[in-house]
């Protein structure tokens, strides 16, 4: 079974300030990690994914997160927030090995960028 | 090309009422699921399905039932409401792990408050 844990629940930050988000997991597996972004009143989407490969991922945005075995971490970063990423950001994870296609989520967290 | 669509978007039922919630995805996808949010927990899964005419259950099955008949539509029936069921309730598509990449294609919520 897998678990995730995102350790801050609020994250508030000023525009233009560097952020993280922090996201660690448990599994005995082989997983695949994900961060999905949720704005206000809408459904969830996709950010960016670790499959393979290079441990740092990015998305078209400007965050990147970087995959740590070792930590079982898969932090959030970008070095500089705008007002419209305020929104919640949720980290997931999936089997590898698995046939259901099933995410576990975090618990999410709150970035409230301030002007 | 609409994605995944949720009918309906509000709904206040009483304790005891029955009702049940419409996902319908048109991107021909094999996997869908249901999920809860609720406040401080993330999303949970409720059920999910593999394909036509299969289900199974996920973290928090208890209270709900699912069915797919066809594969564009995945029903979520709530039998007796009861107000522990009220939450934000997500669908989500996706391709069997391995054929891409395993991003989940969210809707935009159906919010339900029983009381």
């Known amino acids: 079974a897998q678990s995730v844990t995102q350790l801050d629940s609020q994250v508030p930050v000023f525009e233009e300030a560097p952020v993280e988000l922090r996201c660690n997991y448990s599994?005995?597996?082989?997983?695949?990690l994900f961060w999905y972004v949720q704005y206000p009143n809408q459904g969830l989407q996709l950010l960016l994914k670790?499959?393979?490969?290079?441990?740092l991922v990015e998305s078209i945005n400007g965050f990147e997160a970087e995959f740590n075995k070792s930590q079982t971490s898969f932090h959030l970063r970008k070095p500089s927030v705008h007002i419209s990423d305020t929104a919640e950001y949720f980290c997931?994870?999936?089997?590898?090995?698995?046939?259901?296609?099933?995410?576990?989520f975090g618990q999410g967290t709150t970035l409230q960028v301030k002007p | 090309n609409a994605g995944v669509t949720q009918t309906p978007k509000f709904r206040v039922l009483k304790t005891g009422q029955s009702m049940t919630l419409l996902c319908a995805q048109d991107m021909n996808h094999e996997y869908m699921y249901w999920y809860r949010q609720d406040p401080g927990m993330g999303l949970r899964l409720i059920h999910y399905s593999v394909g036509e005419g299969t289900t199974a259950k996920g973290e928090v099955p208890d209270g709900y039932n699912v069915s797919r008949l066809k594969k564009q539509n995945f029903l979520l029936g709530l039998e007796s409401a009861a107000p522990s069921q009220t939450s934000v309730y997500f669908c989500?598509?996706?391709?069997?792990?391995?054929?891409?990449?395993?991003?989940?294609?969210f809707g935009e919520g159906s919010r339900l408050t029983v009381l």
């Open positions: 997931a994870v999936s089997d590898r090995r698995g046939n259901t296609g099933k995410l576990i």
């Open positions: 670790y499959l393979s490969g290079s441990t």
């Open positions: 599994s005995s597996v082989s997983v695949y």
């Open positions: 989500a598509s996706r391709e069997p792990t391995g054929r891409i990449t395993g991003e989940l294609f």
